[in-house]
């Protein structure tokens, strides 16, 4: 479908939230918007088919879809949704009716995947201009040399004549990127299983001991989100049936799940304060009641547990860390605190808008709007501080990590302000 010279996915009029400033809020508007496939642009006009009321675009390379629970409980809006872009603004709107927009999100995510192919085929473009230097014929004409074929070619040629004639290799060995490549990542993929996992484990620990369990049903409902429960009808350590006549009854592991039998060789009983302190996770005034602070655990996640406990021990001692590893800890829990800043700042906000009119719950709330903006402060500067630590390789794997932390800490930073911001609009108000 045309429009405008456009390849169109999709058309029509949505209600969009204007860019918000400081404590104000944007105001909504409705927009006429245009899905275009070839720019895979959300393009929003004020008027309908004139193209010189455009006043904006999207643009969907690298974006998300925000669903519309989640902006319905944020924005307090029905039917909304959001298009959370590589910038890290964060693009509001919603339509007349359910069924519209559930056509626009499976829209714009078809554009996000066309973006994505896009992106995909000029990379595999520029990959195939470096197989080959201009005027010199096709890549595969060409042979490959490694470095000691580099050192004759100079010794042979004078860099004059080198350069006047373009005798450059046009493909070069990887060996010793590769080789470098394999220094930097010496750990066996059994190891790194191994680390996955105990990293696993203590984020379930402090997601029992510390989430909000109000949401669901019950305790047990809470527990299976954390990890799903399989219903298995034999423990998966000893195989033993659940019956009266075998005197063990079921239960699964919190950790991992797995359905396992009440008997002493299968698993026990862990306290989750206890957990948390061993693997270094506990941060008190566990939100966890009382009556389910003792959780079972199967014996494979014991060794989890223990195998984290040597892990928080060397992260405390920090003998041997780099300062990569610093940086990337010390950023690790500076958004742990500011997650439970801004928890404890919605609840605050809760109180005053349910009638709770106190001045002391009133400043606390300030208080800790102050805090949790300094700590995304303080966040934004470690990152920058790791993504700019000098590398010898800039094509190296580490390079790449520093820069994807930068990045992901630096989004989710700018959305908690947004969002943080948005609360205190309304404490204002």
Same mark, same amino acid.
């Given at each position: 479908?045309?429009?405008?010279? =456009? ?9 969009? &939230? ?29 008027? *309908?088919?004139?193209?010189? %009321? ?12 925000? !669903? ?6 944020? /924005? ?17 709107? +919603? ?5 519209? #927009? ?13 973006? /994505? ?31 000691? %074929? ?39 993929? !059994? /190891? /790194?299983?191994?680390?996955?996992? #105990?990293?696993?484990?203590?984020? *379930?620990?402090?997601?029992?001991? +510390? ?28 195989? %033993? ?30 306290? =989750? ?19 389910? =602070? ?19 021990? =060397? ?6 860390? #780099? ?15 500011? %997650? ?42 470690? #990152? ?10 800039? &094509? ?34």
């Amino acid at each position: 479908k045309a429009f405008l010279g =456009l390849m169109v996915l999709k058309e029509g009029y949505l209600t969009k &939230q204007g860019e918000s400033f400081l404590f104000i809020a944007g105001k909504w508007q409705r927009r006429w918007f245009v899905l275009d496939e070839d720019a895979v642009q959300l393009r929003y006009y004020e008027e *309908r088919g004139v193209e010189s %009321s455009l006043k904006g675009s999207i643009d969907l390379r690298g974006a998300s879809v925000v !669903e519309s629970k989640d902006c319905l409980e944020l /924005k307090k809006k029905d039917f909304c949704f959001g298009v959370n872009t590589l910038s890290g603004r964060t693009y509001y709107m +919603y339509g007349e009716h359910a069924g519209e #927009t559930k056509a626009w999100v499976s829209a714009v995510k078809e554009g996000i995947n066309i973006a /994505k192919k896009k992106q995909r085929k000029e990379g595999q473009g520029e990959r195939g201009k470096l197989r080959s230097r201009p005027g010199m014929g096709l890549a595969s004409d060409f042979v490959v040399v490694n470095a000691n %074929s580099q050192k004759k070619l100079a010794q042979q040629y004078s860099e004059d004549l080198v350069e006047q004639l373009d005798l450059h290799p046009a493909v070069v060995s990887l060996t010793t990127q590769f080789n470098q490549m394999r220094k930097e990542q010496p750990q066996s993929s !059994e /190891k /790194k299983t191994s680390t996955v996992n #105990t990293e696993r484990t203590r984020v *379930r620990v402090q997601k029992l001991l +510390y989430s909000d369990r109000s949401r669901y049903a019950s305790d047990d409902a809470f527990e299976k989100s954390i990890s799903n429960w399989d219903s298995a009808s034999k423990c998966n350590v000893c195989s %033993s049936g659940f019956s009266f006549l075998s005197g063990k009854s079921k239960t699964n592991c919190r950790l991992c799940g797995a359905t396992v039998c009440d008997a002493d060789s299968c698993c026990s009983m862990y306290n =989750l304060v206890d957990m948390a302190k061993l693997v270094n996770v506990y941060k008190g005034n566990p939100k966890c009641p009382v009556n389910r =602070l003792n959780v079972p655990v199967c014996g494979k996640c014991e060794k989890e547990v223990n195998q984290a406990v040597n892990t928080a021990e =060397l992260d405390k001692g920090g003998a041997n860390k #780099t300062k990569m590893q610093q940086l990337y800890k010390e950023a690790c829990a500076l958004k742990g605190q500011i %997650s439970a800043d801004v928890s404890h700042f919605e609840d605050l906000v809760k109180q005053i808008h349910g009638g709770n009119t106190a001045p002391a719950v009133r400043d606390k709330a300030h208080e800790m709007h102050s805090q949790i903006l300094q700590g995304l402060k303080s966040l934004t500067r470690t #990152t920058q501080i790791l993504a700019k630590l000098p590398v010898k390789n800039k &094509q190296s794997q580490r390079q790449k990590f520093q820069s994807s932390v930068h990045l992901a800490f630096n989004s989710w930073a700018k959305e908690t302000k947004y969002h943080v911001n948005s609360l205190a609009d309304v404490l204002a108000r």
